[in-house]
């Protein structure tokens, strides 16, 4: 079975154990031998050939998850004018529903779990977006014009994959509707006063076209120059990250708002640099689309463990200074701001120019199933049900989710957005959730000391050092693992 979007995110979901029978007649229909009209042998579907990286006028910076939406950047507006972070993605189809023929050439199985930016931008489906987008661009010189015009979050959607690019059809949809989830930024400083977060606290403010994309970094993080700031011109001229949303803002100002509430501490990231608005192109709302906050060109520990680890830089006294400042972290977001991080994973530790831990990502959405506790994880896998529940009618699917809804526990925040993202955690005690934090935290201690960049590997992500074993087996570290010992295998 090939990897694609699709299979993919039916075996990462729970919900695979009550439709793996129609799964699995369509993928066989996909798998059936190939005729010659559809053969990658037949000359008439080869494309060919793909433009190197850098040919184009077009560059990928990175892909979200699972490849079907790429962060593309035209180079034209970038080299003659700043470009601002608008989040116009190019949305492709499934790799399943690539042409046969072309699948190897796209590299559409190997591609799906990459997470690593330049391994991205070298894939064939990536130079393939490029040559398309050119070829859009020759076909349509207005385009460019009208790019830098389109609502934030504006698609560029590919019908579909085709070795003569002429058959490919290209549409622009502006996407009025996120302008209208942006709140207010005089709605947002209403909410401040009412929670009695200080004036002097207070983020600056900044317009969007006054910064200029650098480089797309994740899904929600952009790298970018301030042109300028009226309220804090200091700013003018600094790198910065850009964290925003590409289809909604709730969790952002979420983040924004701990940020702003918490206590500082020398092991989390601080306070935003400045909030980021747009001037809506209906009603002249000043919408807020996200903030700023430092750039730590160091990266973080993801890479860095394993690089470090093969080059045996790694020394104990690294690995427990990253651990004591992790821990000293989370110690005081649970004390002092009275809140739980749920997301911790060595990609959101990042490393500040004296080489120390900063704990970043404050979102609250919860984490990969690898990295929850125990009582997250079930929970997690029927809330996942929940939300998957279309053409899945058995007894046993039914039976299920109506004892969890019975039992689900109040909470906080119930019609709340964010809870109703996270529910397992928010549903904990405060007790619980410090005991989720503590095995959360024992993980990433493994990760440290074992020089790995995840707890174990993953079907769905592929980092540029995979890890070379799995939670609860030891090799770099001293001592046995519980496998080593006989008995469960600790698992």
């Not at 001592?479 to 698992?491: D, I, K, L, W, Y």
């Given at each position: 079975?090939?990897?694609?979007?699709?299979?993919?995110?039916?075996?990462?979901?729970?919900?695979?154990?009550f439709?793996?029978?129609?799964?699995?007649?369509?993928?066989?229909?996909?798998?059936t031998?190939t005729?010659?009209?559809?053969?990658?042998?037949?000359?008439?579907?080869?494309?060919?050939?793909?433009?190197?990286?850098?040919?184009?006028?077009?560059?990928?910076?990175?892909?979200?998850?699972?490849?079907?939406?790429?962060?593309?950047?035209?180079?034209?507006?970038?080299?003659s004018?700043?470009?601002?972070?608008?989040?116009?993605?190019?949305?492709?189809?499934?790799?399943?529903?690539?042409?046969?023929?072309?699948?190897?050439?796209?590299?559409?199985?190997?591609?799906?779990?990459?997470?690593?930016?330049?391994?991205?931008?070298?894939?064939?489906?990536?130079?393939?977006?490029?040559?398309?987008?050119d070829?859009?661009?020759?076909?349509?010189?207005t385009?460019l014009?009208?790019?830098?015009?389109?609502?934030?979050?504006?698609?560029?959607?590919?019908?579909?994959?085709?070795?003569?690019?002429?058959?490919?059809?290209?549409?622009?949809e502006?996407?009025?509707?996120?302008?209208?989830?942006?709140?207010?930024?005089?709605?947002?400083?209403?909410?401040?006063?009412?929670?009695?977060?200080?004036?002097?606290?207070w983020?600056?403010n900044?317009?969007?076209f006054?910064?200029?994309?650098?480089?797309?970094?994740?899904?929600?993080?952009?790298l970018?120059?301030?042109?300028?700031?009226?309220?804090?011109?200091?700013?003018?001229?600094?790198?910065?990250?850009?964290?925003?949303?590409?289809?909604?803002?709730?969790?952002?100002l979420?983040?924004?708002?701990?940020?702003?509430?918490?206590?500082?501490?020398?092991?989390?990231v601080?306070?935003?640099?400045?909030?980021?608005?747009k001037?809506?192109?209906?009603?002249?709302?000043?919408?807020?689309?996200?903030?700023?906050?430092?750039?730590f060109?160091?990266?973080?520990?993801?890479?860095?463990?394993?690089?470090?680890?093969?080059?045996?830089?790694?020394?104990?006294?690294?690995?427990?200074?990253?651990?004591?400042?992790?821990?000293?972290?989370?110690?005081?977001?649970?004390?002092?701001?009275?809140?739980?991080?749920?997301?911790?994973?060595?990609d959101?530790?990042?490393?500040?120019?004296?080489?120390?831990?900063?704990?970043?990502?404050?979102?609250?959405?919860?984490?990969?199933?690898?990295?929850?506790?125990?009582?997250?994880?079930?929970?997690?896998?029927?809330?996942?049900?929940?939300?998957?529940?279309?053409?899945?009618?058995?007894?046993?699917?039914?039976?299920?989710?109506?004892?969890y809804?019975?039992?689900?526990?109040?909470?906080v925040?119930?019609?709340?957005?964010?809870?109703?993202?996270?529910?397992?955690?928010?549903a904990?005690?405060?007790?619980?959730?410090?005991?989720?934090?503590?095995?959360?935290?024992?993980?990433?201690?493994y990760?440290?000391?074992?020089?790995?960049?995840?707890?174990?590997?993953?079907?769905?992500y592929?980092?540029?050092?995979?890890p070379?074993?799995?939670?609860?087996?030891?090799?770099?570290?001293v001592?046995?693992?519980?496998?080593?010992?006989?008995?469960?295998?600790?698992?």
């Open positions: 079975m090939e990897l694609s979007f699709e299979v993919i995110n039916a075996l990462w979901r729970p919900s695979y154990v439709k793996h029978q129609s799964f699995r007649s369509r993928i066989a229909l996909r798998t031998l005729s010659w009209q559809d053969s990658a042998l037949n000359p008439k579907n080869r494309i060919d050939s793909l433009p190197a990286i850098g040919a184009t006028r077009w560059r990928i910076d990175g892909a979200a998850t699972f490849k079907t939406r790429f962060y593309a950047v035209p180079l034209d507006l970038l080299d004018a700043c470009l601002p972070p608008l989040r116009i993605d190019i949305f492709v189809p499934d790799q399943g529903n690539y042409p046969p023929a072309l699948r190897h050439t796209l590299d559409a199985t190997t591609g799906v779990p990459l997470t690593h930016a330049p391994a991205i931008s070298a894939l064939g489906i990536s130079r393939y977006i490029c040559h398309v987008l070829t859009y661009c020759y076909q349509n010189p385009f014009n009208r790019y830098r015009r389109l609502p934030y979050g504006s698609r560029v959607v590919v019908s579909h994959i085709d070795s003569d690019l002429g058959n490919v059809d290209v549409s622009i502006p996407n009025y509707a996120l302008e209208g989830l942006a709140t207010p930024l005089a709605s947002l400083h209403q909410a401040w006063t009412r929670e009695n977060i200080p004036v002097a606290r983020a600056p900044i317009d969007l006054d910064l200029c994309l650098i480089r797309q970094l994740h899904d929600s993080v952009t970018v120059k301030v042109l300028r700031c009226k309220e804090r011109p200091q700013l003018q001229g600094m790198t910065a990250v850009f964290k925003s949303g590409s289809d909604d803002f709730h969790h952002v979420h983040e924004l708002n701990l940020l702003l509430t918490m206590p500082p501490h020398s092991n989390i601080g306070p935003p640099l400045a909030t980021v608005t001037k809506s192109g209906f009603g002249g709302k000043q919408g807020v689309y996200g903030f700023l906050l430092p750039y060109p160091s990266g973080s520990l993801r890479d860095t463990l394993p690089a470090y680890s093969f080059a045996q830089r790694l020394d104990i006294a690294t690995k427990i200074g990253w651990c004591t400042q992790v821990t000293s972290a989370l110690i005081h977001l649970f004390e002092k701001r009275r809140t739980f991080y749920s997301d911790l994973r060595p959101n530790v990042l490393l500040d120019s004296r080489g120390q831990a900063v704990l970043c990502d404050l979102e609250q959405r919860g984490s990969w199933h690898e990295w929850c506790p125990p009582e997250v994880l079930y929970p997690q896998y029927v809330e996942n049900l929940l939300n998957n529940q279309q053409g899945s009618k058995t007894l046993a699917w039914d039976s299920l989710i109506a004892a809804v019975r039992k689900r526990p109040t909470q925040g119930e019609t709340n957005f964010i809870h109703s993202k996270n529910r397992p955690w928010f904990l005690s405060r007790q619980s959730q410090e005991k989720a934090m503590v095995y959360t935290l024992g993980l990433f201690i990760c440290v000391f074992e020089g790995l960049s995840s707890v174990r590997p993953s079907l769905a592929r980092f540029p050092i995979e070379a074993t799995s939670f609860p087996d030891f090799l770099a570290t001592g046995q693992s519980p496998s080593q010992e006989g008995g469960t295998n600790g698992r």
